[in-house]
Nanobody, 113 residues
């Protein structure tokens, strides 16, 4: 049973920072990419950031220069450092594991002006 557990969400003022974490547990036999996606009410889930085992990183256009994804060496754990948060960043943030395509339950991020 593979589980993804997100943490670190909360409420913050615009311009503030938050750090999200995702811990993966269970029997995992194939890991290629870990990443973060987010979804606002009434909107499709969108890419925030991904990172490969080799360290290749991709960011969504709206978060480039503000967010940073990283992983803990030797662990199936990924972090998302979010700086200079904007109201538009509000939503539920989900951790994702590929190629198996497992998802966490999500953590709420709310940014107020």
């Amino acid at each position: 049973q593979v589980q993804l557990a997100e943490s670190g969400g909360g409420s913050v003022q615009a311009g503030g920072s938050l750090r999200l974490s995702c811990a993966v547990s269970g029997m995992i036999f194939s890991i290629n990419v870990m990443g973060w996606y987010r979804q606002a009410p009434g909107k499709q889930r969108e890419l925030v950031a991904t990172i490969t085992p080799g360290g290749s990183i991709r960011y969504g256009d709206s978060v480039k220069g503000r967010f940073s994804i990283s992983k803990e060496k030797g662990k199936n754990t990924v972090h998302l450092q979010m700086n200079n948060l904007k109201v538009e960043d509000t939503g539920v943030y989900y951790c994702n594991l590929k190629p198996t395509d497992y998802w966490g339950q999500g953590t709420q991020v709310t940014v107020s002006s």
